[in-house]
Structures are given as structure tokens and as C-alpha cells.
């Protein structure tokens, strides 16, 4: 089946440490979008990609940084810059055309030690 | 910027009720998305709306996309405890990115 797919579902971070959250579609979507999603906050875009080999920021991208070196695949790291990193990344895709609407993975919950 | 609300932030109903919520915008949009999010889990969408006027439906839900195209409804007929999660609208407006709202916790009391 086609979809999204988010690795590991919890990850635990230790102070000063970075982590990578994996995202892997077989959509054969040409764009991917990472959110993060706090308690009563909705969604919040981290960075996104329209193509692979070219990313942009989002609203709250500091402290996080990202790849994009094939089509399906979108990793976001978590670096030790992002002092509040505690909280339920999403991962998502959608064709590039204006207006196509985004599918997402199942998330990926950070904590930290 | 687009900013899309949701109110209120929590709504209960009893089982087998209808709920009815909306997301208002004081900018157009020109795209309306609902998803529902099951704790611990992605966004599924429910339904997808592209014309002003237009009045989907998917099984017990219907969504319209308002004429003034600020606005869209999601109604649940005759809900059922697994109506219960996160209710989110989203759309996209002038400059194409998609923007979320809130997001209204449905709890169903059976």
C-alpha cells in the first residue's frame, strides 16, 4: 500500500544531543513538509521541499535542519539548538501542484532525558 | 498572515447526535481540507473542497466550502464513539501554503 512512513514512533533525547526523525513516502510525491504539533497548538511547519535537493524554512525552523537527496525520503534532525524540542512530529507529502492536499505519516514523539 | 479559527476548543455530544463545526478565515481561501487525528496518530483526511458553494460528502459527513469563500462547515450525522479525536481544518489561500487551524477535540458519551 502507499503512504508515509515515520521512524521510530517515540525517540528519547539526552541534553545536547541531536536526533534524526526519519520520513519515507512511496506516494511518488514531489513535495514533504515537516510540522510539529504541541498540545492544543494545531500544526506548525518546521520545513518543507518541493523538489528534492531544495528545501525552505517554515514558521519555526530554528534549531532543526533537514536533507532532502531522494524523492522519498525527507529526514529532519533535531539539533542540540532547539531548546524545547519535547513534542509529536509530523511528516507529510503531497503533489507540487498548487492546492493538493497533504497526507500525513503516523508521527513520531520526542522526549528528552 | 492566513490564520484559519476554530471554536470552541472542545466540544461533547451524546452518541448518536449530530455536530455540526466550522473554520472561519478573514482572508479567501481557495482550497478547504478537514482531517481527523486518533491520538497518537497522523491527520487522515476526510474531505476535500475546491469550489466556493461546494457540498461534499463522505458515509456520515458532509462538508461545504462557504460562498464568500472565508468559511467551511464539517457536519457528523448520527455519531458513533469512534466520531471521537481532533477535528481540523485547513486550507490554502493567495500565496498557496497550507495553513491549520486549531483543531476542536470531539468527545462522544455513549
Known amino acids: 500500500d502507499g503512504g508515509i512512513t515515520q521512524s521510530p514512533k517515540y525517540l528519547f533525547r539526552k541534553e545536547g544531543q541531536n536526533v534524526t526523525l526519519s520520513c519515507e513516502q512511496n506516494l511518488n510525491h514531489d513535495a514533504m513538509y515537516w510540522y510539529r504539533q504541541d498540545p492544543g497548538q494545531g500544526l506548525r511547519l518546521i520545513y518543507y521541499?518541493?523538489?528534492?535537493?531544495?528545501?525552505q524554512k517554515g514558521d519555526i525552523a530554528e534549531g532543526y535542519s533537514v536533507s532532502r537527496e531522494k524523492k522519498e525520503s525527507f529526514p529532519l534532525t533535531v539539533t542540540s539548538a532547539q531548546k524545547n524540542p519535547t513534542a509529536f512530529y509530523l511528516c507529510a507529502s503531497s503533489r507540487r501542484q498548487p492546492d493538493q492536499p497533504q497526507h500525513f505519516g503516523d508521527g513520531t514523539r520526542l522526549s528528552i532525558l | 498572515g492566513q490564520q484559519l479559527n476554530q471554536s470552541p476548543q472542545s466540544m461533547f455530544i451524546q452518541e448518536g447526535e449530530d455536530v455540526s463545526m466550522n473554520c472561519t478565515s478573514s482572508?479567501?481561501?481557495?482550497?478547504w481540507l478537514w482531517y481527523k487525528q486518533d491520538p497518537g496518530e497522523g491527520p487522515v483526511l476526510l474531505i476535500a473542497?475546491?469550489?466556493?458553494?461546494e457540498l461534499t460528502s463522505n458515509g456520515r459527513l458532509t462538508a461545504q466550502f462557504g460562498i464568500t469563500r472565508k468559511d467551511s462547515f464539517l457536519n457528523i450525522s448520527a455519531s458513533i464513539p469512534s466520531d471521537v479525536g481532533i477535528y481540523f481544518c485547513a486550507g490554502t489561500g493567495a500565496n498557496s501554503k497550507l495553513t491549520f487551524g486549531k483543531g476542536i477535540t470531539l468527545s462522544v458519551r455513549p
Open positions: 521541499s518541493q523538489i528534492v535537493n531544495d528545501f
Open positions: 482572508s479567501i481561501f481557495n482550497t
Open positions: 473542497l475546491y469550489k466556493a458553494g
